[in-house]
């Protein structure tokens, strides 16, 4: 089962198989913010991933968008609403600018 690691909340919890990074931290208690609930329209879920990139699937379009409206841009910066964990990550999450 995969871990997640979020450095900035001194998180260490468990994925469940399938589900984004997001609602794995929702299911455990992680504070993020999520303006639109997961469906990658406002950003707001924006994470850096410090370790495990191989772990998660590739950006899609609307992830691309979303990152490039935004102007977050970068290898290491996703969102958590559309990153499923397949192994271990460590992770950020941005602050709000
Ligand atoms: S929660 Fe809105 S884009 Fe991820």
């Known amino acids: 089962m995969a871990r997640i690691v979020v450095v900035d909340k001194d998180a260490d919890i468990f994925a469940t198989p399938g589900d984004p990074i997001l609602f794995c931290l929702f299911d455990n208690r992680v504070t993020i913010t999520s303006v639109c609930g997961g469906n990658c329209s406002c950003g707001t879920c924006n994470i850096e991933v410090l370790e495990g990139m191989e772990n998660l699937n590739p950006k899609t379009d ?35 600018p």
């Open 62 to 96: 609307c992830e691309q968008f979303v990152l490039s409206r935004i102007k977050r841009q970068g290898p290491n910066v996703r969102l958590a609403c559309q990153c499923v964990p397949t192994g271990d990550v460590v992770i950020r999450i941005v602050p709000e």
